[in-house]
């Protein structure tokens, strides 16, 4: 396994290549001058939705300009996350924050113009020049929100406002990933400093008191932190609240449900049909506890694999594998997520100050770029075929919308990076060299099941729970947000699994919390992915064939339409059922294989 003390010293071929977006700094240098010019332009276009010619001509220009705006963002983003706390990274990323809030600002006009429309004279715009209804779910979507959109100088303040306060999210990454020292330990003779991005690794050793002092020593430290932490996050929360109270909406939760054209029945019909079924998540843990020989289960257990696997999987063997994994999805499928590994498009090393975890980050007109950590076992494996799956996603998308339709709601995106985990499960499961590296095939998406139901659910339900209480006029501080994880802890894992000190320290990680509700999109997405890759494995062509038009439908079909296309009603208790009844299936076939005593 290979180790690099930073990024100087990692192969090219295992780093991502971002050529593709600028080819060098004097490229991105003169994109950014054509930006800011686009940009520029886009203030003379008020009072252009008096005229359908005007507008259609508005519109061209600023999805260019939008298209190339992000691009800078996040190219520049990519390259701040390589190196966090680097001052060229940061000044590079702050300039383009800076130009996307100019690009905000400047285009601020024209939803409080567009609202101020009749309806007779809104639907005129389309007869005039028909060209439009290349914008008209955009424009729809706008139009449809008259009472939630401000006049023309108030967005403007906003938008100004967001820029200059909302930075929480960075703060707390910076602060987590590059600032905090936390200890080291000793390993085979070698002393490794503890960091965020090597922290699951060293939590899979062997050597369960070296996993407990990893624990100890990181928990330990971010102790200290906890309260700026809850600082950053009641900031965000507030921040958040404000902007959707202006923007008359109940609160962001109220936003969040109107965005995705849901309501709340639908949620709360899944966290019932998740809390109902608690058991079935401390049996698994029972079953792991019985893997691991041990008489209690700590939470230092929980990154160990149930099924003992020590296979080492080279960055090489992971690209192989991925690919025989998604076979049953067809060859076209394949030839696109070759692409993902011919071109480069994953940065797998990890070292010192890289932002940990893993993303697949995608602007408009280019394909995503996937970050990692690779550690050379099946998780990482595990991340490749996920976050690959967002990428063939935005593939599919791009060859089959117009780029205004590129962008799809995060409510549909995850049914694309989860549906491959369950594929490479089956794969493992069926075609692994080994009993155990079959059984680590099957523990594999039971664990992929366990975070994105159980674990997202009960974050999700957590993030309602603060929120309403910033609502309500109170303020997120270290001992609320310890109190609120526990709990949540104990109500999820009974006595399956042993809690501790550090037990509720583990909210001061989540950078999905800075998300805006993000996590529930995971337990939709696993119980929608959960169904149709089992179709798909058992040979059912047409599910096959609605999957692929699944991935093809770009972000002017709303998402409960798009799940219509898998035959999937989100108000149905029985999506969710059948989801947790294949989790107990893969348990049950755990089980057989590996001959446990039922969890007991």
Not at 100 to 128: A, G, H, M, Q, W
Not at 130 to 144: A, M, P, Q, T, V
Not at 305 to 321: F, G, R, T, V, W
Not at 390 to 411: A, C, M, R
Request: proline share 1%; aromatic share 12%.
């Amino acid at each position: 396994m290979d180790k690099y003390k930073s990024r100087c010293d990692v192969p090219d071929k295992y780093k991502w290549d971002l050529t593709d977006y600028f080819a060098d700094d004097k490229d991105f240098n003169k994109s950014f001058t054509s930006a800011s010019s686009l940009v520029d332009e886009l203030p003379s276009y008020v009072g252009c939705t008096k005229d359908a010619g005007k507008l259609y001509e508005f519109l061209n220009k600023d999805i260019l300009a939008m298209s190339l705006v992000e691009r800078l963002y996040i190219y520049a983003y990519l390259i701040n996350d390589q190196e966090l706390g680097n001052s060229i990274n940061m000044e590079r990323k702050s300039k383009c924050e800076k130009l996307l809030n100019k690009y905000t600002v400047n285009t601020s006009f024209f939803n409080s113009e567009l609202l101020r429309l009749s309806t007779s004279e809104y639907d005129k715009l389309f007869i005039d020049n028909k060209s439009l209804n290349e914008y008209k779910f955009g424009l729809d979507e706008i139009y449809r929100k008259k009472e939630h959109i401000l006049s023309e100088d108030k967005e403007v303040i906003i938008a100004n406002l967001n820029e200059a306060m909302n930075h929480f999210e960075d703060m707390s990454s910076t602060m987590l990933n590059s600032e905090h020292k936390y200890g080291e330990v000793e390993i085979n003779g070698e002393k490794e400093a503890i960091t965020t991005t090597n922290l699951r690794r060293l939590l899979k050793n062997d050597d369960r008191n070296l996993r407990k002092t990893v624990r100890d020593k990181f928990n330990s430290t971010l102790g200290n932190y906890l309260v700026s932490s809850a600082q950053f996050l009641n900031g965000y929360v507030n921040a958040n609240n404000c902007n959707s109270k202006v923007h008359n909406y109940r609160d962001a939760w109220d936003e969040h449900v109107d965005d995705l054209h849901l309501n709340d029945k639908i949620y709360d019909t899944l966290v019932k049909n998740v809390e109902d079924n608690v058991s079935s998540l401390q049996r698994y843990f029972k079953v792991f506890k019985s893997r691991l020989g041990v008489d209690e289960l700590h939470q230092y257990d929980l990154n160990m694999d149930m099924a003992k696997c020590n296979h080492e999987y080279s960055i090489e063997d992971a690209q192989e594998l991925c690919l025989n994994a998604i076979k049953p999805l067809g060859e076209d499928y394949v030839n696109h997520f070759k692409k993902v590994f011919d071109n480069h498009y994953i940065d797998y090393a990890q070292y010192p100050s890289k932002c940990s975890g893993g993303y697949s980050f995608a602007p408009l007109d280019r394909n995503s770029r996937i970050l990692m950590s690779y550690n050379y076992d099946l998780d990482s494996v595990s991340t490749i075929i996920h976050e690959g799956g967002h990428n063939v996603h935005h593939q599919y998308i791009s060859e089959h919308n117009k780029i205004q339709d590129v962008e799809v709601s995060s409510l549909v995106s995850e049914v694309a990076s989860l549906t491959n985990e369950c594929l490479l499960s089956n794969y493992l499961a069926n075609n692994g060299s080994s009993k155990e590296e079959k059984l680590a095939g099957i523990s594999n998406i039971l664990n992929v099941i366990v975070s994105n139901l159980y674990g997202a659910v009960r974050e999700g339900k957590m993030e309602r729970e603060f929120n309403n209480l910033v609502v309500e006029g109170n303020s997120i501080t270290k001992d609320y947000m310890n109190k609120l994880t526990y709990d949540s802890l104990v109500k999820y894992y009974g006595d399956s699994v042993v809690l501790d000190d550090y037990s509720g320290y583990s909210w001061a990680l989540r950078s999905h919390y800075y998300m805006d509700y993000y996590l529930f999109n995971y337990s939709f997405c696993i119980s929608v992915a959960c169904n149709v890759a089992r179709e798909i494995i058992n040979g059912n062509k047409d599910m096959l064939n609605r999957y692929l038009r699944f991935l093809s439908t770009g972000g002017n079909t709303l998402p409960l339409d798009a799940f219509k296309i898998l035959g999937v009603d989100l108000s149905d208790d029985s999506v969710y059922i059948n989801a947790i009844k294949y989790f107990n299936e893969m348990l049950d076939k755990f089980i057989e294989i590996g001959g446990d005593l039922n969890g007991k």
